[in-house]
């Protein structure tokens, strides 16, 4: 008899209790279980070596708007640790009509509570399963279970790709950045994010594992994710945080303002000393800051940040970061701030408005998850949201990694293609030509 069974069988549980199973199982290397994606119809996967929680979730449970009325968590271990995992994961996509059917596989919105997820925090691992009522399935647990219990090592394989001649060309870009100046000169604006996509076409078949294992070992200070829905796997190794949520203290950033890094120590130093001196790069993340402060000010009364900006050394390029945090009210709905604190000038521009249709109308190409969110929460208000760039999207033998930059008063168009092309490699690096 299986451990589920064994669990419940005296138990019978209504349809409208949502039961979450866990499951203890021995320390594991979780990302190898990301060979498996192929195998199930949906995976979620969030790496958050700083925080410490590390999972992988699989499929969803059945209903689109799932209701349950009482919660009920199967489990020996006590509250505090069990509270630390995800109930809910998903994405948002940057909001926008679409043009294309590039993201076609994925929803414009999705907070879902998974079937299955193989969650890691610091020296907890467990294999969760989620379900209504008695309806558990029992055949897939037994062969997650018998997934974790293999030893498994990861082979790298090698990625080759050719890039696609049809891509937006540099000059073609630098007009987009150009009547972006053109439109703050004249006060319709006064920033907006304009980014670029590059096309690539997949020599050999896309390796998830080796992609994703690549991230993790290159890109330290970052949170590495995919979302797989049927045929397209958004990925990527993200370094900005929307914002995190724990009971009653919100954590949240400005991140913006760029410059490369140098592999010569002194000069790498200076390179940062000058992003902390430049007025523009400064105006451009101040933007951001004020406005998470004045969303944030709605919720919170008792708001702490730095006054200057501190840098964030990333592998390829430096940035400019203003730490926040604040005490929120118990009233506080995690969902609802998402959707008026997204998108930020730091993806977007300001005002708001003007800025979507500025992208809308000049980006030849849908943003999709890229500059969207992603993230998890669970009911005990605990949870994290990251901001979808650095990222790329697979679909079928075409891989579409996307970048862009923020243009304020003062930007220059070749400065800023180069800071496009510091952001595309992280991904641009894992395939050889
Ligand atoms: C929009 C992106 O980066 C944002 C985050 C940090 C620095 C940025 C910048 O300097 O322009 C951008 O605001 C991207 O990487 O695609």
Same mark, same amino acid.
């Given at each position: 008899?299986?451990?589920?069974?064994?669990?419940?069988?005296? &138990?019978?549980?209504?349809?409208?209790?949502?039961?979450?199973?866990?499951?203890?199982?021995?320390?594991?290397?979780?990302?190898?279980?990301?060979? =498996?994606?192929?195998?199930?119809?949906?995976?979620?996967?969030?790496?958050?070596?700083?925080?410490?929680?590390?999972?992988?979730?699989?499929?969803?449970?059945?209903?689109?708007?799932?209701?349950?009325?009482? =919660?009920?968590?199967?489990?020996?271990?006590?509250?505090?640790?069990?509270?630390?995992?995800?109930?809910?994961?998903? /994405?948002?996509?940057?909001?926008?009509?679409?043009?294309?059917?590039?993201?076609?596989?994925?929803?414009?919105?999705?907070?879902?509570?998974?079937?299955?997820?193989?969650?890691?925090?610091?020296?907890?691992?467990?294999?969760? =399963?989620?379900?209504?009522?008695?309806?558990?399935?029992?055949?897939?647990?037994?062969?997650?279970?018998?997934? %974790?219990?293999?030893? #498994?090592?990861?082979?790298?394989?090698?990625?080759?790709?050719?890039?696609?001649?049809?891509?937006?060309?540099?000059?073609?870009?630098? !007009?987009?950045?150009?009547? *972006?100046?053109?439109?703050?000169?004249?006060?319709?604006?006064?920033?907006?994010?304009? *980014?670029?996509?590059?096309?690539?076409?997949?020599?050999?078949?896309?390796?998830?594992? %080796?992609?994703?294992?690549?991230?993790?070992?290159?890109?330290?200070?970052?949170?590495?994710?995919?979302?797989?829905? #049927?045929?397209?796997?958004?990925?990527?190794? %993200?370094?900005?945080?929307?914002?995190?949520?724990?009971?009653?203290?919100?954590?949240? &950033?400005?991140?913006?303002? #760029?410059?490369?890094?140098?592999?010569?120590?002194?000069?790498?130093?200076? +390179?940062?000393?000058?992003?902390?001196?430049?007025?523009?790069?400064?105006?451009?993340?101040?933007?951001?800051?004020?406005?998470?402060?004045?969303?944030?000010?709605? /919720?919170?009364?008792?708001?702490?940040?730095? !006054?200057?900006?501190?840098?964030?050394?990333?592998?390829?390029?430096?940035?400019?970061?203003?730490?926040?945090? *604040?005490?929120?009210?118990?009233?506080?709905?995690?969902?609802?701030?998402?959707?008026?604190?997204?998108?930020?000038?730091?993806?977007?521009?300001?005002?708001? !408005?003007?800025?979507?249709?500025?992208? /809308?109308?000049?980006?030849?190409?849908?943003?999709?998850? /890229?500059?969207?969110?992603?993230?998890?929460?669970?009911?005990?208000?605990?949870?994290?949201?990251?901001?979808?760039?650095? #990222? *790329?999207?697979?679909?079928?033998?075409?891989?579409?990694?996307?970048?862009?930059?923020?243009?304020?008063?003062?930007?220059?168009?070749?400065?800023?293609?180069?800071?496009?092309?510091?952001? +595309?490699?992280?991904?641009?690096?894992?395939?050889?030509?």
């Amino acid at each position: 008899m299986s451990t589920i069974t064994n669990y419940l069988k005296n &138990e019978n549980f209504n349809s409208n209790t949502l039961i979450s199973f866990f499951q203890r199982i021995e320390p594991i290397n979780i990302n190898a279980i990301i060979n =498996h994606s192929s195998e199930f119809e949906n995976t979620f996967t969030f790496f958050n070596s700083r925080n410490k929680i590390n999972f992988i979730a699989i499929e969803e449970v059945e209903s689109k708007n799932i209701f349950f009325n009482s =919660h009920n968590r199967i489990s020996n271990v006590d509250k505090n640790t069990l509270e630390k995992f995800p109930l809910f994961v998903g /994405y948002k996509k940057f909001i926008s009509k679409s043009k294309t059917n590039l993201w076609d596989d994925f929803s414009d919105n999705k907070w879902y509570i998974p079937k299955f997820i193989i969650a890691q925090n610091d020296n907890d691992y467990f294999l969760i =399963h989620n379900f209504l009522g008695n309806m558990y399935d029992e055949e897939k647990f037994n062969y997650l279970n018998s997934l %974790t219990n293999k030893k #498994s090592s990861i082979k790298f394989v090698e990625q080759r790709v050719r890039i696609n001649k049809s891509d937006i060309d540099e000059l073609n870009w630098k !007009e987009k950045v150009k009547s *972006a100046l053109n439109k703050i000169n004249k006060n319709e604006l006064e920033k907006v994010v304009i *980014a670029r996509k590059v096309e690539l076409e997949l020599s050999n078949e896309f390796n998830l594992l %080796t992609t994703f294992n690549q991230l993790l070992n290159n890109c330290n200070d970052c949170i590495i994710f995919s979302v797989k829905e #049927s045929n397209s796997i958004f990925f990527g190794a %993200t370094p900005e945080k929307l914002f995190s949520i724990n009971k009653n203290i919100i954590n949240t &950033e400005a991140l913006a303002g #760029s410059i490369e890094r140098s592999k010569n120590e002194t000069e790498d130093a200076y +390179l940062g000393n000058q992003l902390l001196r430049d007025p523009k790069e400064l105006n451009e993340q101040k933007k951001v800051l004020d406005y998470i402060l004045s969303i944030l000010s709605n /919720y919170s009364s008792d708001i702490k940040f730095n !006054e200057i900006p501190f840098i964030k050394k990333l592998n390829s390029v430096q940035h400019l970061q203003t730490k926040i945090n *604040a005490t929120i009210s118990s009233e506080f709905e995690i969902l609802k701030f998402l959707n008026e604190i997204h998108p930020t000038p730091a993806v977007c521009g300001l005002p708001k !408005e003007g800025a979507l249709e500025f992208i /809308y109308e000049t980006e030849d190409f849908d943003r999709g998850l /890229y500059a969207g969110v992603i993230g998890w929460y669970n009911n005990f208000n605990i949870g994290e949201f990251y901001v979808g760039i650095r #990222s *790329a999207l697979q679909k079928e033998n075409k891989l579409n990694v996307f970048a862009g930059c923020g243009i304020v008063e003062g930007s220059i168009p070749e400065k800023e293609f180069f800071e496009t092309e510091i952001k +595309l490699k992280p991904i641009l690096s894992l395939f050889s030509l």
